[in-house]
């Protein structure tokens, strides 16, 4: 797509298939330097449609589809429509993609948070929400949307279908809409016992009339082209008026990246079975997806065995999220550098290791904890854990133990 006159000099190195979607797509969009349409080419948003009928089971009209860069500026655009500066409030769940909390900040909207169950494997609690609004209620806050994260990031955890039933009716009870952040579909590491349910489906199967805005993204699954900037969201019960205001606001920004569009139709358009690109996209995706869930289990049992240290093993996305207990030596080091003991551990981990983790303060957690984001994606993960091991345990003797 970058460079037609590609397919015809190298023809006998390409399958036929992936020439053919080449040439499908260069005849609707033409040089991928152009603009396009604002919402998206037609044709990439009528190949995503198609994919949610297949996913779901359930119809999907182009045009409720927006492509965008990335499923950060969906989520930022959908943030402005949203908020009336100072005065709306929006259900974030602890801990959080901190995308979250810094869009709020930059349109002056509320974050209202609810807090995950981590002894329940990261689960999202009705009562917890319920509790939340009712704490945002007595400050005057006024609750307009409803974030979910599932798979979630930092946690990894799915929710059921019983809970996502029950965040769908909460939400047309208390008239928010539903933001659906579910970027980590394909990131599944046991899809037997763990599958993955979309919100899209779930408000279908049970013909709920709440708004619904779903997001995805060709950054992760087993593509990982996050450099791209290509995404989608999908609109469901969302009005022809708010779907226009909408449109005009994506116009502003003139249309999202043509080659992140283009890795939005791989995403949704892989190679059949009986296709000639097929026998490897089947052995390059099932090897990834093993890899993972191995590395993530191998990482979830050996973090469990060291002391003061407890890792739910995520079902879900790309990270684990450990607690670790500190000693208060630790605790009283970092207040004395002005930083939280999870940053104090983070950098010491970085500068002991080369090991870069995400702390836990940085995505909310609850006052006292401490955690940090390992993301679960190296090869080579036995030293990767070896060294975090080692580190750990001289962490605590350092700072007088546990």
Same mark, same amino acid.
């Given at each position: 797509?970058?460079?037609?006159?590609?397919?015809?000099?190298?023809?006998?190195?390409?399958?036929?298939?992936? @020439?053919?979607?080449?040439?499908?797509?260069?005849?609707?969009?033409?040089?991928?330097?152009?603009? #396009?349409?604002?919402?998206?080419?037609?044709?990439?948003?009528?190949?995503?449609?198609?994919?949610?009928?297949?996913?779901?089971?359930?119809?999907?009209?182009?045009?409720?589809?927006f492509l965008t860069g990335g499923a950060s500026a969906g989520v930022s655009l959908l943030l402005n429509v949203l908020i009336t500066p100072n005065e709306t409030g929006i259900l974030i769940p602890i801990p959080q993609y901190p995308l979250y909390t810094a869009t709020l900040s930059q349109f002056n909207g509320i974050p209202i948070p609810y807090h995950l169950s981590e002894s329940d494997?990261?689960?999202?609690?009705?009562?917890?929400?319920?509790?939340?609004?009712?704490?945002?209620?007595?400050?005057?806050?006024?609750?307009?949307?409803?974030?979910?994260?599932? /798979?979630?990031?930092?946690?990894?955890? @799915?929710?059921?279908?019983?809970?996502?039933?029950?965040?769908?009716?909460?939400?047309? $009870? !208390? #008239?928010?809409?539903?933001?659906?952040?579910?970027?980590?579909?394909?990131?599944? !590491?046991?899809?037997?016992?763990?599958?993955?349910?979309?919100?899209? #489906?779930?408000? *279908?199967?049970?013909?709920?009339?709440? /708004?619904?805005?779903?997001?995805?993204?060709? #950054?992760?699954?087993?593509?990982?082209?996050?450099?791209?900037?290509?995404?989608?969201?999908?609109?469901?019960?969302?009005?022809?008026?708010?779907?226009?205001?909408?449109?005009?606001?994506?116009?502003?920004?003139?249309?999202?990246?043509?080659?992140?569009?283009?890795?939005?139709?791989?995403?949704?358009?892989?190679?059949?079975?009986?296709?000639?690109?097929?026998?490897?996209?089947?052995?390059?995706?099932?090897?990834?997806?093993?890899?993972?869930? $191995?590395?993530?289990?191998?990482? +979830?049992? *050996?973090?469990?065995? @060291?002391?003061?240290?407890?890792?739910?093993?995520?079902?879900?996305?790309?990270?684990?999220?450990?607690?670790?207990?500190?000693?208060?030596?630790?605790?009283?080091?970092?207040? +004395? @550098?002005?930083?939280?003991?999870?940053?104090?551990?983070?950098?010491?981990?970085?500068?002991?290791?080369?090991?870069?983790?995400?702390?836990?303060?940085?995505?909310?957690?609850?006052?006292?904890? !401490? !955690?940090?984001?390992?993301?679960?994606?190296?090869?080579?993960?036995?030293?990767?854990?070896?060294?975090?091991?080692?580190?750990?345990?001289?962490?605590?003797?350092?700072?007088?133990?546990?």
């Amino acid at each position: 797509m970058e460079y037609p006159p590609l397919a015809e000099l190298v023809k006998d190195k390409w399958p036929s298939d992936v @020439l053919q979607r080449a040439k499908e797509l260069q005849a609707e969009i033409g040089s991928i330097g152009a603009y #396009s349409h604002s919402k998206g080419v037609p044709l990439i948003r009528k190949h995503v449609a198609e994919f949610i009928e297949e996913r779901d089971g359930y119809p999907s009209d182009p045009e409720d589809i927006f492509l965008t860069g990335g499923a950060s500026a969906g989520v930022s655009l959908l943030l402005n429509v949203l908020i009336t500066p100072n005065e709306t409030g929006i259900l974030i769940p602890i801990p959080q993609y901190p995308l979250y909390t810094a869009t709020l900040s930059q349109f002056n909207g509320i974050p209202i948070p609810y807090h995950l169950s981590e002894s329940d494997g990261w689960s999202t609690s009705l009562a917890e929400i319920e509790s939340a609004l009712a704490e945002a209620a007595k400050k005057g806050v006024k609750p307009r949307a409803l974030v979910v994260i599932n /798979p979630g990031n930092p946690t990894g955890a @799915l929710l059921d279908l019983t809970t996502m039933e029950n965040v769908v009716r909460f939400c047309e $009870q !208390h #008239s928010l809409v539903l933001l659906a952040d579910e970027v980590y579909q394909t990131n599944l !590491h046991s899809p037997q016992t763990h599958p993955f349910h979309s919100f899209k #489906s779930v408000v *279908r199967k049970i013909n709920s009339p709440v /708004p619904l805005i779903s997001f995805h993204s060709i #950054s992760k699954g087993v593509k990982g082209e996050c450099g791209r900037r290509g995404g989608y969201f999908e609109c469901t019960n969302i009005s022809e008026e708010v779907r226009a205001i909408l449109y005009k606001m994506v116009s502003v920004t003139l249309c999202p990246p043509l080659s992140g569009q283009i890795g939005v139709d791989c995403m949704v358009r892989p190679p059949k079975e009986g296709e000639p690109s097929y026998p490897l996209y089947k052995k390059e995706t099932e090897t990834i997806h093993a890899a993972l869930a $191995q590395r993530t289990k191998l990482m +979830a049992d *050996r973090l469990n065995l @060291l002391p003061g240290v407890s890792c739910v093993n995520s079902p879900g996305a790309l990270y684990l999220y450990p607690k670790i207990e500190l000693p208060d030596k630790a605790v009283k080091a970092a207040e +004395a @550098l002005g930083k939280s003991p999870d940053t104090l551990y983070a950098l010491e981990l970085l500068d002991e290791t080369g090991i870069c983790v995400v702390p836990g303060s940085g995505f909310g957690q609850k006052d006292g904890e !401490h !955690h940090y984001r390992l993301t679960c994606l190296c090869p080579g993960v036995e030293q990767y854990v070896s060294a975090l091991e080692g580190f750990h345990r001289k962490f605590v003797e350092k700072y007088g133990g546990l």
